[in-house]
Each structure stands twice: as structure tokens, then as C-alpha cells.
């Protein structure tokens, strides 16, 4: 058995050990729920990384969107380069979800693009998951949603060993049957070619393929070859063949769901005749019957997903089976961001529920694709064995677990402390001058100009936190007539527009960004030196203790860090902000004058735009050997405007949803014609040749 072997140019430093010593003793102690508090830039993902080294045991990670998971799926693949590091997240490049809206007696279609790179790493961890215990996963949210049976996906399975005695008609059955399809001419991931007496498999899960030679009905020869070239990387003694898609089932399962299904129909068709909805009724009959068809015809439908009840055999309102169903019974689970990746799992699963009753009220679907749904906040709970949660900012349900004691990491292996931080109120500051908007206390912007200037002298950048979208534009405007070099950004741009700002940001294509709510969690911007925090004293969400602790994080990467927070008055929330960032700068100093340590600027290499990652995403995949953090660059940057189309789509925003896919297909357009510059490329005399990838 593999074990995890935990590989790093450093040692844990700081105090580090110490939260690393604690949080294993309290898992070796059997404690249910643990808490890491641990600030910006403190290595928690190292802290995590040598618990997984000790205890020994498969770990899920989980995010709260796609780009934190990237990141943190890049570092784990670093830190455990021998082992199973996998990425699971939404498959969706676009997902419109089917849903009805009475008022206005209009139907929307479920439209969906899956991306297939994505699909591939989300297969790859479930076989990793079946067939070993040396298994990382990183995973967003989408890790509580429904997916097939474990006991079914292995049952499906199958293995080859040499010498073995196999009719080959009867493996190409067993493909069929486990959804792979046969493609003789230019198979892909998902495919099977024969060929005479030799077939070649291509897993959904692996980026190479699996050559199986025949001598009769003997397995003569099993070889990995590259899926291009057909080069054999290497001889196996035996190798698991394990389905082409999650949910896979055998014939006899789906007869017997097929009757199920017939029940229920008949029982909703009394009950809307009862109630005298005949055009209800007629709506599920016709499809549900087009349905049943399809399921006994070819084993599949459009939206089979709505019969996983009946399909999977589970009894109605039972939980379904999930990401968590793989893992085996003593797994450990660490939920990074905690303080906002609980609540967006509390939530999930009431704005699904509401778009599918609607569905089934006015005959779209039966009572049992209810049943197809994440899990509920409590089933998550119940599947959860030993958690650690990860935050600066632990939430009250994190505290409430670990009845309030947490385990603390604040000192920075860097030397950097917590920034310094000046309250300006703003009476006392001159005013008048220069109101931009009547929602600011006029003072604060003479005051902000001139420390804005100061540091864009000295080549640093200044981030400025505002309380309205508004605002934000007016100022930034404001600040550009003044000679500043200024923008803003907040929720009206899409992902791709964001990410492009925060890299210019670095690479000083301007000195201040202003912005709304997002410039807290998952932001690494170490040129930012001055953290403005305006009207901090309105009481609120958004200067929430929680948020301005988050907020003050962002400068915490320089050695020249400091807050400005614009008040008339202190609030519990500031006093408390205040009160905490002060405790630890003081434990960070004492702890740099005990070792001789002197704070250093954190140097981190900046992002190319998407054009040039996209560019070099498809030469890796032209490449031999390309890596799966090569494969993920690009959708790291497009991971969040596809979380942002899903949730105006949930919310029913179809417009907005409608626009971010517009936005989708631009980009995805851009790459499309890379693809074709780099096939051309390789039909060149002297290029490289072989099968073009998706």
C-alpha cells in the first residue's frame, strides 16, 4: 500500500509545529471537529500537508469555488508529487437549468456544455478513490451534489491480468456496458478501438490509453501507450478498467426502476386529475412516457438525472450518493475558507429544492426528481468523519463545532507582521473640498488622495474598499482627474474581467484599485502595501468584524503594510478588528526579536492574461507528458465566470446567465482558433503528428 510521502525544500517554521502537533493530537484523541485560525500568508496549506503526511489517511479539501480550489490542488501536487493529488469540481462550461416560471407561462429547457478536461479529473479521483488509499481531493461545493453509486461504479469495473483466459467479444461487451463507446478511427477519452486481436481502451480518467493483445481468448499483452503516437510507455501485469461515466448502471436495475417510475406516473396522473389539472397531467404523461422509452430502448434520456431515485433504488427522501459515498469511513476533511464555504453549503440545497417543486407542481416532473439534489446542511454533517476548519476568520458554526477553542497559527514563516492600523475620522480631517458622492464623508478623500500618492511614488499599490458599486465608479473617476492612476471593480464585471484587473494591478498598469465586497477572500496581491477602508463605521455586512478582518488581511503580504480605516466613531466590529490584529502584530514582533528574524516583502511571480495561458494550455496539450496543473491554468480563470452564470441561472436571473455564456463563447471562440493555429502547425513538415486532442 502507497503511503503519502510529503516532499518540501523547508521545514514547518513559526508556530507552525506547534498547530501541526496540536491538530494531530486532538485527531488521534478521536475529537470530531477542530479549528485552524490561521492569517494571510501563514502556510496553512503547509499545516495541512503535514497532518496528511502523519496521519495517513485519504483527505478531502474543500473550497468554495473553483479558483481557490486550483490553487490549492497546484501546492497539494507539489507537496505529494508520489501520490493521488486530484481536482473535483462542476463539469459545467455552461449549465442553464431547467426551470419554469408561472407568472409568465414560460419553459426553460436544460441546456448544458460539459467540459471534458474537467469530467476527465473528476473521474480520475473517483477511480483513485475505489482503487487506493493514498488519495488527496481537492474539491469545491459541487462535492455534495448527487453522483452515481460507488457499489455500482465498482461492480461495473472490471480487470485484466496476462495469461488471463478473456473472450474478447465479451470485454468489448463489457465496455459497451460501462459506457465506453468504440471509435475505429480516431478514438478519444471515453472510446475503445479493435482491432484484429488487439484492442485499445482510452479511460475517461487517464490522459494515456491501454493496449490489450489477444492470442485466442488469451490476454497475451497489456501495455500503456501515449494516446498520439501509440508509443508503449510501459508493460503491466494487470491493469482495472473502471466505467466511462459516473452514473452506470446494470440492465436489471433499470428494468426494475422503469416499474417504479410507471407506479409513480399513474399515482401523480390521479392526483392532478383529482385537483382538475388536465394540462398538467397531459404534460407528465407525454414526457415521462417519451422518458420510459428511451430508458428501455438505448438505457438513456435527456435528463435521466430526475429518475436517480428510482434508478439508484434509494427510498424517497433518502440522502443521495455523493463525492462522500467514495470515501472510506475513517477519511479526513478539511473545509478551507470555512467562514464562507459552510454558509454557501448550508444554502445549497433550498434554491434547488424551490426551481424543481415548481417543476413538479405544474407536471414537469415527477415528485421523485425532488430526489435529485445535493445534500442537505444536516446529511453533510452526518457524512463528515474528523474535520478541521481552516480560517482567518472562523464563522460561529466553526466555534459552535469546537465549542469556541480553536487552534491558532499567526506567526508568518516570512517574518511579515500584521499591518498597522491609523483610524482617520473624518470631521477632523479638512473637508469640503472634494465630495464625489454624498454617501462619503467628504474629509476622507483629501486625506486618501495624499496617501495614495505617497505610496504610488514608492512603486506600491493601495487598495480602497467602498461601501456602493456607485461610489466606487465616482471615485475612481474622481482619483483619474486628479492624475491618479485608478479603477474600479466590483460585481458588474464578470470573472475574466477581474482577474485581468487584479494582474494589472500587480504589474502596474495602475496604483489603486477601488472596489466593493471583493477584495477579501482568495486575493494574493503582495505589491499592495495601504489597505482604505472608507466609512468604516457604518455598521453593517460589509464592516462586519468578519469582513474587516478579511479586508485588513489583504495588505498583510508586504512589509510595508498598513489600514486606514475612515470613521467618525468606533464600532464594536472596528474596536474588535483592531483589538485582534493588534494581539497578533505583538506576537509576531516578540516572536521576530526571539529569532532574528527580519520581515521580507513575499515575491510571487504574476499571472499571464488568459490569451497567453490559453496559448500555452494547448501547446501542453500537444506536448507529451503535460501535467494536470498545466491543464487547469485556463480553467482556473474561467472556473469563476462559470460559477457566476450557474448562480444567476439558479437564481432565475436568465438574462444575466445568458450574458456571462455570451461572454463564454468569446473566450472559448479565442482558444478555438489557438486549436486550429496549433493543428496547422503540426501538419507542417517536420511538426509533430498524431491525434488532435479536445
Same mark, same amino acid.
Given at each position: 500500500?502507497?503511503?503519502?510521502?510529503?516532499?518540501?525544500?523547508?521545514?514547518?517554521?513559526?508556530?507552525?509545529?506547534?498547530?501541526?502537533? $496540536?491538530?494531530?493530537?486532538?485527531?488521534?484523541?478521536?475529537?470530531?471537529?477542530?479549528?485552524?485560525?490561521?492569517?494571510?500568508?501563514?502556510?496553512?496549506?503547509f499545516t495541512m500537508a503535514n497532518i496528511i503526511?502523519?496521519?495517513?489517511?485519504?483527505?478531502?479539501?474543500?473550497?468554495?469555488?473553483?479558483?481557490?480550489?486550483?490553487?490549492?490542488?497546484? @501546492?497539494?501536487?507539489?507537496?505529494?508529487?508520489?501520490?493521488?493529488?486530484?481536482?473535483?469540481?462542476?463539469?459545467?462550461?455552461?449549465?442553464?437549468?431547467?426551470?419554469?416560471?408561472?407568472?409568465?407561462?414560460?419553459?426553460?429547457?436544460?441546456?448544458?456544455?460539459?467540459?471534458?478536461?474537467?469530467?476527465?479529473?473528476?473521474?480520475?479521483?473517483?477511480?483513485?478513490?475505489?482503487?487506493?488509499?493514498?488519495?488527496?481531493?481537492?474539491?469545491?461545493?459541487?462535492?455534495?451534489?448527487?453522483?452515481?453509486?460507488?457499489?455500482?461504479?465498482?461492480?461495473?469495473?472490471?480487470?485484466?491480468?496476462?495469461?488471463?483466459?478473456?473472450?474478447?467479444?465479451?470485454?468489448?461487451?463489457?465496455?459497451?456496458?460501462?459506457?465506453? @463507446?468504440?471509435?475505429?478511427?480516431?478514438?478519444?477519452?471515453?472510446?475503445?478501438?479493435?482491432?484484429?486481436?488487439?484492442?485499445?481502451?482510452?479511460?475517461?480518467?487517464? @490522459?494515456?490509453?491501454?493496449?490489450?493483445?489477444?492470442?485466442?481468448?488469451?490476454?497475451?499483452?497489456?501495455?500503456?501507450?501515449?494516446?498520439?503516437?501509440?508509443?508503449?510507455?510501459?508493460?503491466?501485469d494487470e491493469v482495472a478498467i473502471y466505467p466511462?461515466?459516473?452514473?452506470?448502471?446494470?440492465?436489471?436495475?433499470?428494468?426494475?426502476?422503469?416499474?417504479?417510475?410507471?407506479?409513480?406516473?399513474?399515482?401523480?396522473?390521479?392526483?392532478?386529475?383529482?385537483?382538475?389539472?388536465?394540462?398538467?397531467?397531459?404534460?407528465?404523461?407525454?414526457?415521462?412516457?417519451?422518458?420510459? $422509452?428511451?430508458?428501455?430502448?438505448?438505457?438513456?434520456?435527456?435528463?435521466?438525472?430526475?429518475?436517480?431515485?428510482?434508478?439508484?433504488?434509494?427510498?424517497?427522501?433518502?440522502?443521495?450518493? &455523493?463525492?462522500?459515498?467514495?470515501?472510506?469511513?475513517?477519511?479526513?476533511?478539511?473545509?478551507?475558507?470555512?467562514?464562507?464555504?459552510?454558509?454557501?453549503?448550508?444554502?445549497?440545497?433550498?434554491?434547488?429544492?424551490?426551481?424543481?417543486?415548481?417543476?413538479?407542481?405544474?407536471?414537469?416532473?415527477?415528485?421523485?426528481?425532488?430526489?435529485?439534489?445535493?445534500?442537505?446542511?444536516?446529511?453533510?454533517?452526518?457524512?463528515?468523519?474528523?474535520?478541521?476548519?481552516?480560517?482567518?476568520?472562523?464563522?460561529?458554526?466553526?466555534?459552535?463545532?469546537?465549542?469556541?477553542?480553536?487552534?491558532?497559527?499567526?506567526?508568518?514563516?516570512?517574518?511579515?507582521?500584521?499591518?498597522?492600523?491609523?483610524?482617520?475620522?473624518?470631521?477632523?480631517?479638512?473637508?469640503?473640498?472634494?465630495?464625489?458622492?454624498?454617501?462619503?464623508?467628504?474629509?476622507?478623500?483629501?486625506?486618501?488622495?495624499?496617501?495614495?500618492?505617497?505610496?504610488?511614488?514608492?512603486? @506600491?499599490?493601495?487598495?480602497?474598499?467602498?461601501?456602493?458599486?456607485?461610489?466606487?465608479?465616482?471615485?475612481?473617476?474622481?482619483?483619474?482627474?486628479?492624475?491618479?492612476?485608478?479603477?474600479?471593480?466590483?460585481?458588474?464585471?464578470?470573472?475574466?474581467?477581474?482577474?485581468?484587473?487584479?494582474?494589472?494591478?500587480?504589474?502596474?498598469?495602475?496604483?489603486?484599485?477601488?472596489?466593493?465586497?471583493?477584495?477579501?477572500?482568495?486575493?494574493?496581491?503582495?505589491?499592495?502595501?495601504?489597505?482604505?477602508?472608507?466609512?468604516?463605521?457604518?455598521?453593517?455586512?460589509?464592516?462586519?468584524?468578519?469582513?474587516?478582518?478579511?479586508?485588513?488581511?489583504?495588505?498583510?503580504?508586504?512589509?510595508?503594510?498598513?489600514?486606514?480605516?475612515?470613521?467618525?466613531?468606533?464600532?464594536?466590529?472596528?474596536?474588535?478588528?483592531?483589538?485582534? &490584529?493588534?494581539?497578533?502584530?505583538?506576537?509576531?514582533?516578540?516572536?521576530?526579536?526571539?529569532?532574528?528574524?527580519?520581515?521580507? &516583502?513575499?515575491?510571487?511571480?504574476?499571472?499571464?492574461?488568459?490569451?497567453?495561458?490559453?496559448?500555452?494550455?494547448?501547446?501542453?496539450?500537444?506536448?507529451?507528458?503535460?501535467?494536470?496543473?498545466?491543464?487547469?491554468?485556463?480553467?482556473?480563470?474561467?472556473?469563476?465566470?462559470?460559477?457566476?452564470?450557474? $448562480?444567476?441561472?439558479?437564481?432565475?436571473?436568465?438574462?444575466?446567465?445568458?450574458?456571462?455564456?455570451?461572454?463564454?463563447?468569446?473566450i472559448r471562440d479565442q482558444i478555438g482558433k489557438?486549436?486550429?493555429?496549433?493543428?496547422?502547425?503540426?501538419?507542417?513538415?517536420?511538426?509533430?503528428?498524431?491525434?488532435?486532442?479536445?
Open positions: 500500500m502507497s503511503e503519502f510521502r510529503l516532499e518540501a525544500p523547508f521545514q514547518p517554521a513559526g508556530d507552525q509545529p506547534e498547530a501541526i502537533a $496540536e491538530l494531530i493530537r486532538g485527531l488521534q484523541r478521536g475529537e470530531h471537529a477542530q479549528t485552524l485560525m490561521g492569517v494571510t500568508g501563514s502556510g496553512k496549506t503526511q502523519t496521519m495517513q489517511r485519504p483527505t478531502l479539501v474543500m473550497s468554495h469555488n473553483k479558483t481557490l480550489a486550483a490553487q490549492l490542488f497546484s @501546492e497539494f501536487k507539489q507537496f505529494f508529487p508520489h501520490n493521488a493529488v486530484t481536482y473535483f469540481v462542476s463539469y459545467y462550461d455552461y449549465y442553464q437549468p431547467e426551470a419554469y416560471i408561472p407568472q409568465r407561462d414560460i419553459y426553460i429547457e436544460k441546456d448544458a456544455s460539459v467540459n471534458q478536461e474537467i469530467d476527465r479529473l473528476r473521474l480520475a479521483t473517483t477511480s483513485a478513490l475505489v482503487s487506493r488509499r493514498d488519495v488527496i481531493v481537492v474539491a469545491s461545493v459541487s462535492s455534495i451534489y448527487g453522483l452515481g453509486s460507488p457499489e455500482d461504479y465498482k461492480r461495473m469495473a472490471f480487470s485484466l491480468h496476462r495469461d488471463q483466459i478473456f473472450d474478447r467479444d465479451e470485454m468489448l461487451a463489457k465496455l459497451v456496458d460501462i459506457q465506453y @463507446e468504440r471509435n475505429d478511427v480516431a478514438p478519444e477519452s471515453g472510446n475503445f478501438r479493435a482491432r484484429g486481436d488487439c484492442v485499445e481502451i482510452y479511460p475517461s480518467y487517464e @490522459e494515456f490509453a491501454f493496449r490489450i493483445e489477444f492470442w485466442g481468448d488469451t490476454v497475451e499483452q497489456i501495455s500503456i501507450i501515449h494516446p498520439l503516437s501509440g508509443e508503449v510507455l510501459q508493460r503491466l466511462a461515466k459516473h452514473f452506470v448502471l446494470p440492465q436489471d436495475r433499470i428494468d426494475d426502476a422503469v416499474g417504479k417510475i410507471r407506479r409513480e406516473l399513474a399515482t401523480q396522473l390521479e392526483h392532478f386529475k383529482k385537483e382538475g389539472k388536465i394540462l398538467e397531467a397531459q404534460r407528465l404523461s407525454a414526457r415521462t412516457r417519451y422518458d420510459l $422509452e428511451m430508458l428501455q430502448q438505448v438505457g438513456y434520456c435527456p435528463g435521466v438525472e430526475n429518475y436517480s431515485q428510482p434508478l439508484s433504488g434509494r427510498a424517497p427522501g433518502e440522502a443521495p450518493d &455523493t463525492l462522500f459515498s467514495f470515501f472510506p469511513d475513517d477519511y479526513l476533511l478539511f473545509v478551507d475558507e470555512s467562514h464562507v464555504t459552510v454558509p454557501q453549503i448550508r444554502g445549497m440545497q433550498t434554491a434547488d429544492r424551490n426551481r424543481k417543486k415548481t417543476l413538479v407542481e405544474h407536471g414537469f416532473r415527477l415528485p421523485s426528481a425532488m430526489d435529485n439534489r445535493p445534500l442537505t446542511f444536516d446529511e453533510w454533517q452526518a457524512k463528515v468523519n474528523q474535520v478541521i476548519y481552516v480560517s482567518a476568520t472562523p464563522g460561529p458554526f466553526e466555534l459552535e463545532q469546537t465549542h469556541g477553542k480553536f487552534v491558532e497559527q499567526i506567526i508568518r514563516p516570512t517574518g511579515l507582521l500584521d499591518p498597522e492600523i491609523e483610524v482617520i475620522p473624518a470631521s477632523e480631517v479638512e473637508a469640503g473640498k472634494s465630495a464625489v458622492s454624498p454617501l462619503a464623508s467628504p474629509g476622507q478623500i483629501p486625506h486618501l488622495i495624499g496617501q495614495v500618492q505617497e505610496r504610488a511614488a514608492k512603486g @506600491e499599490r493601495v487598495l480602497v474598499t467602498t461601501l456602493t458599486k456607485r461610489l466606487a465608479e465616482d471615485l475612481s473617476d474622481f482619483f483619474t482627474k486628479k492624475g491618479i492612476r485608478c479603477k474600479w471593480l466590483h460585481s458588474e464585471l464578470d470573472a475574466f474581467e477581474r482577474v485581468q484587473l487584479l494582474r494589472e494591478l500587480r504589474e502596474g498598469a495602475f496604483d489603486v484599485l477601488i472596489g466593493v465586497n471583493l477584495l477579501r477572500e482568495g486575493l494574493d496581491l503582495p505589491e499592495v502595501s495601504l489597505v482604505a477602508i472608507l466609512d468604516a463605521d457604518k455598521e453593517g455586512f460589509l464592516r462586519s468584524e468578519t469582513s474587516l478582518m478579511q479586508t485588513i488581511g489583504r495588505s498583510a503580504r508586504n512589509v510595508h503594510a498598513k489600514v486606514l480605516l475612515y470613521a467618525d466613531k468606533m464600532t464594536e466590529a472596528m474596536k474588535n478588528a483592531i483589538t485582534e &490584529t493588534y494581539r497578533r502584530r505583538e506576537l509576531q514582533k516578540k516572536y521576530n526579536e526571539e529569532h532574528g528574524i527580519t520581515p521580507q &516583502t513575499i515575491r510571487k511571480n504574476i499571472h499571464r492574461g488568459i490569451e497567453q495561458e490559453a496559448e500555452a494550455y494547448l501547446k501542453a496539450n500537444a506536448a507529451v507528458g503535460r501535467t494536470d496543473t498545466e491543464k487547469i491554468v485556463t480553467e482556473e480563470y474561467i472556473g469563476e465566470l462559470e460559477a457566476e452564470m450557474m $448562480e444567476a441561472a439558479s437564481a432565475l436571473e436568465f438574462e444575466r446567465a445568458a450574458a456571462i455564456r455570451d461572454r463564454l463563447e468569446q489557438k486549436v486550429s493555429e496549433v493543428s496547422v502547425e503540426r501538419k507542417k513538415p517536420g511538426g509533430r503528428k498524431g491525434r488532435k486532442r479536445k
